[in-house]
């Protein structure tokens, strides 16, 4: 077994240790850019805002500030007075409670519009850009922020207030700390500096390793790559399914403990939006097991991956630069799709590093397993293929008719072949005429000869028999006649 298979423990060891890898950089990937990502994190806010239920806890809340900041009811008695002192007495009252149930609904109204939306986006992204360079210890957002980091909504409530009417009244009573929610507080500034300094290099860092050691268990197994590769793919699709249980599980615990029934749903679907990007990242890595399965087939003792790596000797053996050429411009699309993120852009980079030392020595390997390949195996297998597809459509079924199925077609059909007077049957209504026409009776066939008799008593015996045939009908008259004319003429 050693021989056959070297560094066998070692292999599995640097697997499985892969695999843990995998499952930190997915987890800390996810952490790193939900918090550092200030794009990433402007178009999570916006898809909560657009989802209903999270919609309509916002527009609550902004409504309850209003109402709680701007005496509504005083404000319309002040107006109703003016008319008549009575009529606010009674009126203001019930106006403010059916006011408010009308806020309501032009709160989750204005909320659908663009610009409300752009004011809600613009809000979160201004406190994630605080919360950043608070955590990256920029002194300057320290000095000016006291130390906290808190989403400024005010402006959201204002812009609600318009739509109901009450913008002036919003503007002039209500306080800059309404709408605050604060997100990060002073005493907790440096415990969330720890914990984010170690998330930030721990994605990377984990990535990078987790790459790392599938490129070297790969290589130290020689003559049974192709199964490392498989324990590999199978300790990716385990890695990432997991990922996903945790996302499920985790919503159905933490939220029900954190949120009151009347917000859980609320609390689900931002659950769900927020890990987004944690279910994405989850996947890639299950595609990419998919791809390192291709590999690991391709690579294998099975004969239809022997016969593909007898087509790909051709292109790397004969063809070597216009093929490493593409691969390189494959390769430098690949990492122009990172530029913009320095840890994204180093991870990519070690992927193409890895995939062109794989791609070298998958070269040469070809050449030693088929150093002659050239286009002639193509062309047999091109002139194979040829010939089976001719004997298929040789061996087809001929001269197939299918049935009428009844209907107005073949009452009109049957109209036909009753010979309707100005109508002429065509060709196909002809055959179906005689194919449908009972077949007539058989005309019985002609006796056999009697046999030559030797005397005249055998001759009459035959004549008797002749005659017996005439009267059943066997035989007509010219039959009749000429078989006795035989029999007679006989010896």
Known sequence: MTKERPHLGWVRFITALAGVLTLLAILSTWVDRQVFDNQEWGDTSLELLQDPEIRQQVANFAVDELYA???????????????????GEVL????????????????????????????????????????VDLIEDRGEIVRTTDGQVTLQLKPLIVEIADQVGLGKQARDKIPESVGEIEIVDSDEIEQVQTVARLIHGTALVTAILAIALIALAVYLSPGYRWLTLLWIVVALIV????????????????????????????????WNIATELLKSIAWTVIWAAVALLALAWLISPHSTAGRAREFLAVPFGRYTGPTFGLIGLVALVFLLMGAGDGREFLIRLEIVLFAGLGAWFFRRQLMLEFPDADLAGLREFG???????????????????????GGKGAAETDGGLEGSPGETAGPAEAETAVLSQPAAEPRPAPAPAAPVASSGSGRLDQLEQLGKLKEAGVLDEAEFAAEKKRILESE
């Open 69 to 87: 900041n701007v005496d509504v009811e005083g404000q319309l008695r002040q107006n109703l007075d003016k008319v008549n002192e009575d009529l």
């Open 239 to 270: 890695v990432a399914l997991l990922v996903l249980v945790i996302r499920s599980v985790a919503g159905n615990v933490l939220i029900p403990e954190l949120a009151t029934p009347d917000v859980e749903p609320a609390a689900h679907n931002a």
């Open 383 to 405: 002139e194979r293929a040829r010939g089976r597809a001719k004997e298929a459509w040789a061996g087809r079924p001929k001269n197939i008719q299918m049935p009428k199925i």
């Open 92 to 131: 203001a009252g019930p106006l403010a409670g059916f006011g408010r149930q009308g806020a309501d609904e032009l709160a989750l109204r204005a909320l659908e519009s663009e610009q409300i939306q752009s004011l809600w986006r613009d809000a979160n992204m201004a406190a994630h850009k605080t919360l």
